[in-house]
């Protein structure tokens, strides 16, 4: 069954200054990998997809992130943060997009970033 | 192209009460998902349909929640009785087949069990 670990549940950063959320996987198969935003009293938006395309993903708002098979992992980045990047993070695995199997949530990640 | 319509926003129940929850999907979505997310956690999945079949519902507490999706359209979830522990945000997603799991999540219903 397929899992997935985010491995802060808050990280704390500077305008301005880079964002590295983590994430790890568990998948039986090749996994579709996604990351998720959700600010507060909104609904969720997603960020960015991986599947089975290029290993490096661009997302909305300058996002982007890197699937490495060898390490299971699927971490989250942005060169400068933004105030309005503030928000709840949340990796989320799909064991077989053929299957259309649902969407498994990491626990989140709280960013703040301070002025 | 109109998103995910959840209603109502927010309810306030008291324990052993009933309550219902409603979700329109975006047009020509078959996939759709109850999820439901505890105050600092992630979402978890509750019912996947398919059309308007079940797909997976091994999380869903069936002695107390059902839920049901009317001619592969709009779907309801209920809880009967309510416990206080089912206090949460029940958030609806759909995406637009088995093939493509990119889902749109409508904003939630947030429910309080008092």
């Known amino acids: 069954a397929q899992s997935v670990t985010q491995l802060d549940s808050h990280v704390s950063v500077s305008e301005g200054t880079p964002v590295l959320l983590r994430c790890n996987y568990s998948?039986?198969?090749?996994?579709?990998l996604f990351w998720y935003v959700q600010h507060p009293n909104k609904g969720l938006q997603l960020l960015l997809k991986?599947?089975?395309?290029?290993?490096l993903v661009k997302g909305i708002n300058g996002f982007e992130a890197e699937f490495k098979k060898s390490e299971t992992s699927f971490h989250l980045t942005k060169p400068s943060a933004h105030m309005s990047d503030a928000a709840e993070y949340f990796c989320?695995?799909?064991?077989?997009?053929?299957?259309?199997?649902?969407?498994?949530f990491g626990k989140g990640t709280t960013l703040s970033v301070s002025s | 192209e109109a998103g995910v319509a959840q209603s109502p926003r927010y309810k306030i129940i008291e324990k052993r009460q009933s309550v219902a929850f409603w979700c329109n999907p975006i047009?020509?979505?078959?996939?759709l998902y109850w999820y439901q997310q505890i105050l600092g956690q992630g979402p978890k999945l509750l019912i996947q349909?398919?059309?308007?079949?079940?797909?997976?519902d091994s999380q869903l507490p069936k002695d107390r929640f059902s839920a049901e999706r009317l001619k592969g359209v709009d779907s309801t979830l209920k809880i009967q009785p309510a416990k206080l522990e089912d206090s949460a945000v029940y958030l609806c997603?759909?995406?637009?087949?088995?093939?493509?799991?990119?889902?749109?999540f409508g904003q939630g219903t947030r429910l309080t069990v008092v």
């Open positions: 997603a759909t995406s637009y087949n088995r093939g493509n799991t990119e889902a749109f």
């Open positions: 047009s020509g979505h078959a996939t």
């Open positions: 998948s039986s198969y090749s996994p579709s």
């Open positions: 349909f398919q059309n308007n079949g079940v797909v997976d």
């Open positions: 991986y599947t089975s395309a290029a290993t």
């Open positions: 989320v695995v799909s064991d077989s997009p053929q299957a259309g199997t649902a969407l498994i």
